[in-house]
């Protein structure tokens, strides 16, 4: 099973302390990694084999670890985020968007318009509207209040980007901290985009594999996708560094600015191996999600 | 000052007895009681006087100076005035007289304060003696208290104590051994007595679970004694009862033509070692009772069985203990002798339902004192390709190894064989295991052999018995079903088709669209190309029990090339598959490909779902079904991926949903009622 395990979701806790992964045989691997990284040990926190689906998503709020897993009922699939209402968007395997009340439960608002299934979802962080990315490789941008779509781009039409990876889909977005910009990720590539006039502003040639996740820090975007390598990409589209990972290809990135000290980046893939970064240039350590300690 | 008022009063008195007394009387009552009052009231001023005089005798010794001064001058005054002045001389005395005698009264009174004052220091003497004598009292009883306690202390270092005989554990010892709340270190490292308490405590402890256990076993012993005592008696009793049923049941025998008692007589049989003549037996009884399908034959040459005598072989033994400094020609004497079986061996041959058999032959091996399994084939029901490299498999000598978990029949169970391979310089067995047969665990136990084992008893059968050979019988069969059915599918593999099984149609999709193109086994397999892959392949090939299997799939141009390794126990533990996909001169693994990495994990990881249908036996084929519908779903929608049109030169294919989760895995599931293909919904 060690063999086989890929990492599909990363998330830490709201105190900034505990790393949690979820794979693709629903589990949960819980490290903490704080400690571990003083001791460049992993130590194991727990493991609990929660759901009998893969999970494709995790996420937190102050007091859940949300996950996405596979609806067995309705054969959905999730991802979702947080906004500050309390809401949880989900965008689902059926193309559709729903909005969820966090304590009640209840459905608020369901968005429909994507063809095919929704791969991420970001909240814009000026208009406060959602944006989505789906595998029909369009990414739709949505009010929260009506709930209805204001606009959609479509990168895949765009012929400046590269179609190496064939297909369409898009698989990962990330805005930058003011919300002027946008990066787009999938089999297009990373592109990015000016939000205000959804226009392509630049598109990063550079990385020639398929892009899985992108995460905005400082001014860069950073990607992982189809290679060994996460990137550094600026708003210009130029790649600044790229960093080999353990695993190929890797899903999920994400970075911890919780924590008081430096901010610690993490990746996971196609393997069992998670990677940390303290430093963003190279690789400080890995823990495995493994029930064999 | 009472001295002045006395005298006041005194004068007063005087004065009032020439007076006339009814005034005079009540006057001086008057004054009396004022003199009274004014004497109480100066009661305290006497008190002080008192003290002054207490506090200054010379002050006391004046005035009594003093007066004595007084009345000695008012005596001679008066003695002058009688003597010189006779007519005046009542006068003048009246006039000295109360002097004098006021003089006498101070005396009076100083004499009485001076007894007080005697008296007072007296009792006060009394009690300062008194309390000396207490104190005397009481340092004289602390005196003695202290002689006790010290006689105590020396009689409490001289106490011998009993601990310094008990042997102790090394503290460094104790501190690793004891329990913390035993040890209590933080208290008995800087505290010696401490320390000494602690380990006495934990020898206590110690001896008494020990005392216990000790027990215990006596209790166990005297059990077991007792039970063997028993037991042997009841077979004493038995032995008269067995004959009378033998001689009762001969005529039944005859009647039903069976040889039971005939099998002693047999005339080969007698002959045969003690381990092989169990096997024998054992292997006729099981005959007889379960009427299977089980041929058990004597093979050798009896007349050099009667020659090899029981002597020279323990000759040879202890010629092979002592012979550590022989020459070589000696030792290859000593060699050839080791490995030399006895002449005699028993085949057995072995016919599962579906008519296919195993024959095999168990040597005994004299001097190594183990039995050895040879000549092990396996005859099937259908027939063989003439030129096939699937004949490897079944010529294999490890047909029937790991039978049992771990036997895999390449080392011997006998420890002492080691010593006396090493006696000849020679280090490992391994190397004649071809020579001899393999020693498997079982072969010892069917024979009645057994020996202790260093490491933990593996085998999940009885250690001997009767019900031991039927265990075994049963793998062999097994073994023979599962091997058979694996020959099977291998030569319809070999010819480039699948064995069908119950699984089409339910699990895969009946109609496949891609081509195998080449099979290959054992040895033919590309074993290099394997290596590089995946570490845990490699470990299993060098462990050597394994055979390789490799298939190579083609479809639309794209290859996929799979190398599956059986274990020897094959199906019990699942096969262990690894893919290559190649086109266009690139070669992606799972390593590097997640597509890969799921189509690996459904075969892999989900190999139960292949029982659903099928025995196990047929697990070889499905999994390569399997892999093959995998690889082609995972080559369509890549297909459909890379063009942008929808394509319709590709097969109709009912899916559900085309990708799913970041990975983006492809429906490799099919599911058997609506037709369909899904993504796998549950995780195992």
Same mark, same amino acid.
């Given at each position: 099973?060690?063999?086989?395990?890929?990492?599909?979701?990363?998330?830490?806790?709201?105190?900034?302390?505990?790393?949690?992964?979820?794979?693709?045989?629903?589990?949960?691997?819980?490290?903490?990694?704080?400690?571990?990284?003083?001791?460049?040990?992993?130590?194991?926190?727990?493991?609990?084999?929660?759901?009998?689906?893969?999970?494709?998503?995790?996420?937190?709020?102050?007091?859940?670890?949300?996950?996405?897993?596979?609806?067995?009922?309705?054969?959905?699939?999730?991802?979702?985020?947080?906004?500050?209402?309390?809401?949880?968007?989900?965008?689902?395997?059926?193309?559709?968007?729903?909005?969820?009340?966090?304590?009640?439960?209840?459905?608020?608002?369901?968005?429909?318009?994507?063809?095919?299934?929704?791969?991420?979802?970001?909240?814009?962080?000026?208009?406060?509207?959602?944006?989505?990315?789906?595998?029909?490789?369009?990414?739709?941008?949505?009010? #929260?209040?009506?709930?209805?779509?204001? $606009?959609?781009?479509?990168?895949?039409?765009?012929?400046?980007? &590269?179609?190496?990876?064939?297909?369409?889909?898009?698989?990962?977005?990330?805005?930058?901290?003011?919300?002027?910009?946008?990066?787009?990720?999938?089999?297009?590539?990373?592109?990015?985009?000016?939000?205000?006039?959804?226009?392509?502003?630049?598109?990063? #040639?550079?990385?020639?594999?398929?892009?899985?996740?992108?995460?905005?820090?400082?001014?860069?975007?950073?990607?992982?996708?189809?290679?060994?390598?996460?990137?550094?990409?600026?708003?210009?589209?130029?790649?600044?560094?790229?960093?080999?990972?353990?695993?190929?290809?890797?899903?999920?990135?994400?970075?911890?600015? #919780?924590?008081?000290?430096?901010?610690?980046?993490?990746?996971?893939?196609? &393997?069992?191996?998670?990677?940390?970064?303290?430093?963003?240039?190279?690789?400080?350590?890995?823990?495995?999600?493994?029930?064999?300690? | 000052?009472?001295?002045?008022?006395?005298?006041?009063? =005194?004068?007063?008195?005087?004065?009032?007895?020439?007076?006339?007394?009814?005034?005079?009387?009540?006057?001086?009552?008057?004054?009396?009681?004022?003199?009274?009052?004014?004497?109480?009231?100066?009661?305290?001023?006497?008190?002080?006087?008192?003290?002054?005089?207490?506090?200054?005798?010379?002050?006391?010794?004046?005035?009594?100076?003093?007066?004595?001064?007084?009345?000695?001058?008012?005596?001679?005054?008066?003695?002058?005035?009688?003597?010189?002045?006779?007519?005046?001389?009542?006068?003048?005395?009246?006039?000295?007289?109360?002097?004098?005698?006021?003089?006498?009264?101070?005396?009076?009174?100083?004499?009485?304060?001076?007894?007080?004052?005697?008296?007072?220091?007296?009792?006060?003497?009394?009690?300062?003696?008194?309390?000396?004598?207490?104190?005397?009292?009481?340092?004289?009883?602390?005196?003695?208290?202290?002689?006790?306690?010290?006689?105590?202390?020396?009689?409490?270092? =001289?106490?011998?104590?009993?601990?310094?005989?008990?042997?102790?554990?090394?503290?460094?010892?104790?501190?690793?051994?004891?329990?913390?709340?035993?040890?209590?270190?933080?208290?008995?490292?800087?505290?010696?007595?401490?320390?000494?308490?602690?380990?006495?405590?934990?020898?206590?402890?110690?001896?008494?679970?020990?005392?216990?256990?000790?027990?215990? +076993?006596?209790?166990?012993?005297?059990?077991?004694?007792?039970?063997?005592?028993?037991?042997?008696?009841? /077979?004493?009793?038995?032995?008269?009862?067995?004959?009378?049923?033998?001689?009762?049941?001969?005529?039944? =025998?005859?009647?039903?033509?069976?040889?039971?008692?005939?099998?002693?007589?047999?005339?080969?049989?007698?002959?045969?070692?003690?381990?092989?003549?169990?096997?024998?037996?054992?292997?006729?009884?099981?005959?007889? $009772?379960?009427?299977?399908?089980?041929?058990?034959?004597?093979?050798?040459?009896?007349?050099?069985?009667?020659?090899?005598?029981?002597?020279?072989?323990?000759?040879?033994?202890?010629?092979?203990?002592?012979?550590?400094?022989?020459?070589?020609?000696?030792?290859?004497?000593?060699?050839?002798?080791?490995?030399?079986?006895?002449?005699?061996?028993?085949?057995?041959?072995?016919?599962?339902?579906?008519?296919?058999?195993?024959?095999?032959?168990?040597?005994?091996?004299?001097?190594?004192?183990?039995?050895?399994?040879?000549?092990?084939?396996?005859?099937? &029901?259908?027939?063989?390709?003439?030129?096939?490299?699937?004949?490897?498999?079944?010529?294999?000598?490890?047909?029937?190894?790991?039978?049992?978990?771990?036997?895999?029949?390449?080392?011997?169970?006998?420890?002492?064989?080691?010593?006396?391979?090493?006696?000849?310089?020679?280090?490992?067995?391994?190397?004649?295991?071809?020579?001899?047969?393999?020693?498997?665990?079982?072969?010892?136990?069917?024979?009645?052999? %057994?020996?202790?084992?260093?490491?933990?008893?593996?085998?999940?059968?009885?250690?001997?018995?009767?019900?031991?050979?039927?265990?075994?019988?049963?793998?062999?069969? +097994?073994?023979?079903?599962?091997?058979?059915?694996?020959?099977?599918?291998? *030569? +319809?593999?070999?010819?480039?088709?699948?064995?069908?099984? !119950? &699984?089409?149609?339910?699990?895969?999709?009946?109609?496949?669209?891609?081509?195998?193109?080449?099979?290959?086994?054992?040895?033919?397999? !590309?074993?290099?190309?394997?290596?590089?892959?995946?570490?845990?392949?490699?470990?299993?090939?060098?462990?050597?029990?394994?055979?390789?299997?490799?298939?190579?799939?083609?479809?639309?141009?794209?290859?996929?090339?799979?190398?599956?390794?059986?274990?020897?126990?094959?199906?019990?533990?699942?096969?262990?598959?690894?893919?290559?996909?190649?086109?266009? %001169?690139?070669?992606?693994?799972? !390593?590097?490909? +997640?597509? *890969?990495?799921? /189509?690996?994990?459904?075969?892999?990881?989900?190999? %139960?779902?292949?029982?659903?249908?099928?025995?196990?036996?047929?697990?070889?084929?499905?999994?390569?079904?399997?892999? %093959?519908?995998?690889?082609?779903?995972?080559?369509?929608?890549?297909?459909?991926?890379?063009?942008?049109?929808?394509?319709?030169?590709?097969?109709?294919?009912? *899916?559900?949903?085309?990708?799913?989760?970041?990975?983006?895995?492809?429906?490799?599931?099919?599911?058997?009622?609506?037709?369909?293909?899904?993504?796998?919904?549950?995780?195992?």
């Amino acid at each position: 099973m060690d063999m086989y395990g890929v990492v599909y979701s990363l998330c830490y806790s709201p105190c900034g302390k505990l790393l949690a992964a979820g794979d693709n045989f629903g589990r949960i691997f819980i490290f903490q990694y704080v400690d571990a990284l003083a001791n460049y040990i992993c130590i194991f926190f727990c493991i609990g084999v929660v759901h009998s689906g893969p999970i494709y998503a995790l996420t937190s709020t102050s007091t859940y670890l949300v996950c996405g897993i596979l609806d067995r009922i309705v054969g959905y699939k999730w991802s979702e985020i947080l906004d500050k209402e309390n809401i949880l968007y989900c965008g689902c395997g059926d193309g559709r968007i729903y909005g969820y009340d966090l304590k009640s439960g209840h459905n608020k608002c369901s968005m429909v318009g994507h063809e095919d299934s929704i791969h991420s979802i970001v909240l814009d962080p000026q208009s406060k509207a959602c944006i989505s990315s789906s595998e029909d490789g369009s990414v739709r941008f949505w009010d #929260n209040r009506k709930p209805s779509q204001i $606009a959609i781009i479509e990168p895949y039409k765009h012929q400046q980007l &590269s179609h190496h990876g064939g297909g369409k889909w898009i698989s990962a977005m990330a805005t930058d901290t003011d919300g002027n910009w946008m990066a787009c990720g999938g089999a297009t590539g990373l592109s990015i985009w000016h939000l205000q006039s959804r226009t392509l502003t630049s598109s990063c #040639n550079d990385i020639t594999a398929c892009v899985r996740d992108v995460v905005f820090y400082d001014g860069n975007f950073i990607t992982v996708g189809d290679n060994h390598h996460v990137t550094h990409t600026t708003i210009n589209g130029e790649v600044t560094a790229t960093i080999p990972t353990s695993s190929s290809p890797n899903f999920a990135i994400q970075i911890n600015e #919780n924590l008081n000290s430096k901010p610690v980046l993490c990746t996971a893939g196609n &393997s069992i191996m998670i990677d940390i970064f303290i430093n963003f240039f190279y690789k400080t350590t890995s823990f495995q999600c493994t029930c064999s300690y | 000052m009472k001295r002045r008022k006395t005298i006041k009063g =005194q004068q007063a008195n005087k004065e009032s007895s020439p007076a006339s007394p009814s005034v005079k009387i009540k006057k001086s009552s008057d004054e009396v009681i004022k003199a009274d009052n004014e004497a109480r009231e100066n009661k305290d001023d006497d008190e002080l006087i008192l003290q002054d005089l207490i506090d200054d005798p010379s002050v006391f010794i004046d005035k009594f100076n003093q007066h004595c001064e007084d009345i000695k001058r008012s005596m001679q005054t008066i003695k002058k005035v009688k003597l010189y002045s006779a007519e005046n001389s009542t006068r003048e005395v009246a006039k000295i007289k109360p002097q004098a005698l006021m003089s006498i009264l101070s005396l009076r009174e100083i004499n009485r304060i001076s007894q007080m004052l005697c008296k007072n220091a007296k009792d006060s003497t009394q009690e300062a003696k008194q309390k000396c004598e207490s104190v005397q009292l009481q340092l004289e009883n602390l005196l003695y208290e202290i002689v006790h306690l010290k006689e105590e202390i020396s009689k409490c270092g =001289q106490f011998k104590s009993c601990g310094d005989d008990i042997t102790l554990l090394e503290v460094e010892e104790f501190y690793r051994v004891a329990p913390e709340n035993i040890s209590l270190p933080e208290r008995t490292r800087h505290d010696p007595h401490q320390l000494k308490l602690a380990q006495l405590q934990w020898e206590l402890q110690e001896r008494e679970k020990l005392a216990e256990k000790c027990r215990l +076993a006596k209790e166990e012993k005297d059990r077991l004694i007792k039970r063997i005592e028993d037991k042997r008696k009841r /077979i004493r009793n038995l032995n008269p009862l067995l004959d009378s049923v033998l001689t009762a049941t001969r005529p039944l =025998q005859d009647y039903l033509s069976l040889s039971i008692s005939q099998v002693d007589s047999s005339s080969s049989a007698r002959y045969l070692p003690r381990p092989l003549y169990f096997l024998f037996v054992q292997a006729n009884a099981y005959q007889e $009772a379960n009427d299977s399908d089980i041929g058990v034959t004597i093979t050798g040459d009896l007349h050099k069985a009667k020659q090899f005598d029981q002597n020279v072989v323990e000759e040879s033994i202890r010629r092979a203990s002592s012979s550590q400094s022989g020459q070589g020609n000696k030792k290859n004497l000593e060699l050839k002798n080791l490995l030399t079986p006895h002449p005699l061996s028993v085949s057995l041959r072995l016919k599962e339902s579906d008519g296919n058999s195993m024959a095999l032959s168990v040597y005994y091996y004299p001097i190594l004192n183990i039995c050895a399994v040879k000549g092990v084939k396996i005859e099937v &029901s259908f027939k063989l390709p003439d030129v096939s490299s699937v004949r490897q498999t079944i010529e294999d000598s490890s047909l029937l190894s790991c039978l049992f978990p771990g036997d895999t029949g390449k080392d011997t169970p006998n420890a002492t064989n080691h010593q006396q391979l090493q006696s000849l310089g020679l280090p490992s067995f391994n190397q004649f295991v071809k020579e001899i047969g393999n020693p498997y665990i079982w072969a010892q136990s069917i024979t009645g052999l %057994q020996f202790f084992s260093l490491e933990k008893e593996e085998l999940p059968m009885e250690p001997a018995g009767a019900d031991l050979l039927p265990n075994v019988v049963n793998a062999i069969l +097994a073994r023979t079903k599962s091997k058979a059915s694996l020959l099977k599918q291998l *030569i +319809a593999l070999e010819n480039l088709q699948m064995f069908p099984t !119950n &699984s089409d149609g339910k699990l895969f999709p009946i109609h496949t669209y891609s081509q195998i193109k080449e099979f290959k086994v054992g040895t033919d397999v !590309n074993i290099e190309s394997i290596k590089k892959m995946s570490a845990i392949l490699n470990k299993k090939l060098q462990s050597g029990n394994t055979t390789a299997v490799s298939i190579k799939f083609s479809y639309r141009r794209v290859k996929l090339y799979a190398v599956v390794l059986l274990e020897p126990d094959y199906p019990v533990h699942p096969p262990l598959t690894n893919i290559t996909i190649s086109s266009d %001169q690139r070669e992606l693994t799972a !390593n590097i490909n +997640a597509d *890969i990495k799921c /189509i690996e994990a459904e075969i892999n990881v989900f190999y %139960q779902e292949l029982l659903e249908y099928d025995s196990a036996d047929f697990m070889l084929t499905n999994i390569l079904k399997r892999l %093959q519908v995998c690889f082609e779903i995972c080559i369509e929608s890549r297909l459909k991926e890379l063009r942008d049109k929808p394509v319709t030169d590709l097969p109709q294919r009912m *899916i559900l949903q085309s990708c799913r989760g970041r990975d983006r895995v492809k429906p490799y599931k099919y599911l058997e009622n609506p037709g369909c293909f899904t993504t796998r919904s549950t995780a195992l």
